[in-house]
């Protein structure tokens, strides 16, 4: 990634974060991997709509200081953690959209298949268990999701997203938090009208044809029956590595449970 159009991104993307009121005060951090071993970061404890480039520092993929004058962010942790996990992404951005953010709060994930722009660019926004700010601990209920999901909720704190580059990361955390404020409408009007499984297969196919990869897109259709264990049930098309095996997996798995709910009629 070329440095210096990382580095005006990030300053771009803070000054939007601070500006929509998708952080507050100090709030938030971005990331862009600019080398194999390098990750140029948003400082911690600056307002993230005044930054400027000097403000920038790069740590190696280990946490280790490289160059600024300022140290990096708190969270700098659960971007390396999703380095680490995602060689091909380059960008993650994290924030408190307040809607979004909400839906955390309330334990609501932004699951349901109900609008086409969502779930062709982001697919479904999971839900990541609570994990302390700043530590260790907020990475690792992320990892059941990292392979297939672009967009997470963070249990009681905020969102996290990531992208090939810091603009396609900011957009996907933009398109969540404009998800949620239509659902929270929806739900406030009476119901939420979610696309049946034609409707999503056709979108999941013009996702295909635009070389989308990255999130999967399983989202809650009307004819799926939760899955057993409350997990996210799929509707899977092409994971990250492409790994048909996983994918195989995912469609035996599928078939059990159906099996299973039959039986349980
Ligand atoms: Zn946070």
């Known amino acids: 990634m070329n440095l210096h159009q990382a580095k005006q991104d990030i300053i771009e993307v803070g000054r939007r974060l601070y500006q929509k009121e998708f952080v ?4 938030g951090n971005i990331s862009a991997r600019i080398a194999e071993d390098r990750i140029l970061t948003t400082p911690t404890g600056l307002c993230k709509g005044t930054l400027a480039l000097e403000d920038l520092c790069v740590v190696d993929l280990k946490g280790n200081h490289i160059s600024g004058h300022r140290r ?3 969270e700098i ?3 390396l953690f999703l380095y680490h996990e995602r060689p091909d992404i380059n960008a993650v951005v994290h924030a408190h959209p307040p809607t979004a953010t909400g839906f955390s709060v309330a334990g609501i994930p932004l699951t349901e298949c109900v609008l086409p722009e969502v779930i062709i660019t982001v697919g479904s926004i999971p839900i990541a ?3 302390t700010p700043g530590g260790p601990e907020i990475s690792e209920p992320i990892r059941q999701y990292v392979k297939d999901y672009d967009a997470y ?3 009681n704190h905020g969102a ?3 992208g090939i580059d810091v603009m396609n990361a900011y957009f996907k955390m933009e398109t969540m938090e404009h998800f949620a404020k239509i659902l ?3 739900k406030q009007l009476g119901g939420v009208n979610v696309l049946n499984s034609e409707q999503v297969g056709k979108l999941v196919q013009i ?3 635009m070389g989308l990869r990255g999130p999967d897109p399983a989202c809650l259709i009307p004819d799926e029956t939760p899955a057993p264990d409350g997990a996210i049930p799929t509707l899977r098309t092409k994971s990250a590595n492409g790994n048909d095996a996983r994918s195989e997996q995912d469609l035996v798995a599928e078939i059990t449970r159906r099996v299973m709910a039959e039986l349980n009629k």
């Open 184 to 186: 929270f409408v929806a």
């Open 24 to 27: 507050a005060s100090n709030d």
């Open 160 to 162: 996290t997203t990531i």
């Open 72 to 74: 990096a962010s708190s």
């Open 207 to 209: 996702r295909e044809r």
């Open 153 to 155: 909720l963070l249990e």
């Open 129 to 131: 268990g609570y994990g």
């Open 77 to 79: 942790g659960m971007h």
